[in-house]
């Protein structure tokens, strides 16, 4: 967030801008206990969208995501024995860093990739989501580069959503061909860069760095992480069974009140979170399957189709043939 904040004021606008609404200001982003939420930082980088003068804000923001600025698991990265060591260990401890989009690697892609799944919004036709990926996608150039030099780059980069006005841009950027409306979004890059040491490996270092980011996993799960949890919760159960508040407590090994109590210090409730993961797998079967409204419906757990109609349209703001009509 951060480094959105100082790109715009690089451009004239100032932090407490793009803070309105947040809850946050300028010393509290500086103090190292304060947790950010999601709901704060979708205020905070939709501001931004509606101030920046620069299309590339989000591009330039992430370009300044050296390997210093992500702590600790930026160190274990540095000290990481390989690539494919260093990308296993970030998409496994990549709560630490609080991220914008969730990651993949698939060590057998051909060529080798890294997947990103946006967490500020399922809608891929919403702006902010498109602003999560640049930022997300120009912060890992910047980490490649940082760890394995210079010379490292991107093969090509794939997005879900459509291309925007400056789409032009990422070829410069990026250094690569840039394609729009993929079935995913992804980062792809040479094989070669997967047996290459980052220059200051160092096991001894790398396994305290480890250590320490268990321990912050550890913390931000019994207090800032519950948001999280219960959405991975919920992805992985049965469809058309998704349990109340009581059994998703008892799951998590959580009083009921504990758990409404963390989900409203992130900003969130259990319906809320629900109503998240049910907009991601509905938009995951138009998309991807020829399921009727009424399959969908029912998959969700939905009564009837009107109810879930209703529902898509408040998410998304279409219905749902709208949103499958190419």
């Known amino acids: 967030m951060k480094a959105v904040l100082a790109t715009l004021a690089e451009d004239g606008i100032q932090p407490a801008r793009a803070l309105a609404g947040s809850g946050l200001d300028e010393a509290a982003l500086d103090n190292l206990a304060t947790r950010v939420s999601y709901a704060q930082s979708i205020t905070v980088f939709r501001n931004a969208l509606a101030?920046?003068?620069?299309?590339?804000?989000?591009?330039?923001?992430?370009?300044?995501?050296?390997?210093?600025?992500?702590g600790i698991w930026g160190y274990a990265l540095l000290s990481s024995r390989t690539c494919a060591d260093m990308l296993d260990f970030a998409v496994n401890y990549r709560g630490v860093i609080g991220p914008l989009a969730q990651m993949t690697h698939d060590p057998s892609s051909d060529p080798p990739s890294c997947g990103f799944r946006v967490l500020l919004t399922p809608d891929k036709h919403d702006p902010l989501y498109r602003f999560a990926l640049e930022f997300t996608y120009a912060a890992h150039l910047t980490l490649g580069r940082d760890i394995l030099g210079e010379a490292f780059r991107f093969s090509t980069v794939r997005m879900a959503c459509a291309a925007p006005a400056h789409a032009d841009a990422y070829t410069g950027f990026f250094g690569c061909q840039a394609l729009f409306?993929?079935?995913?979004?992804?980062?792809?890059?040479?094989?070669?860069?997967m047996n290459q040491p980052p220059g200051?490996?160092?096991p001894i270092t790398h396994a305290m760095a480890r250590e320490m980011c268990q321990q912050i996993l550890l913390r931000l799960d019994q207090s800032g992480g519950t948001a999280a949890r219960v959405r991975q919760a919920l992805l992985e159960q049965m469809p058309w069974r998704f349990p109340n508040i009581d059994a998703m407590a008892e799951q998590l090994a959580l009083e009921p009140r504990t758990l409404r109590r963390r989900l409203e210090a992130q900003g969130t409730s259990y319906r809320q979170v629900l109503a998240e993961v049910r907009c991601v797998l509905a938009i995951e079967y138009l998309q991807k399957?020829?399921?009727?409204?009424?399959?969908?419906?029912?998959r969700l757990g939905y009564s009837d189709a009107a109810n879930f109609r209703h529902a898509f349209a408040r998410w998304t703001g279409k219905s749902p043939q709208e949103y499958r009509r190419p």
Do not use: C
């Open 200 to 202: 200051t490996q160092d």
């Open 181 to 193: 409306d993929q079935p995913g979004n992804k980062i792809e890059f040479d094989a070669a860069w």
């Open 289 to 298: 399957t020829s399921m009727t409204t009424e399959e969908i419906a029912n």
């Open 51 to 70: 101030l920046a003068r620069d299309p590339l804000v989000a591009l330039r923001a992430g370009a300044r995501m050296h390997v210093t600025a992500y």
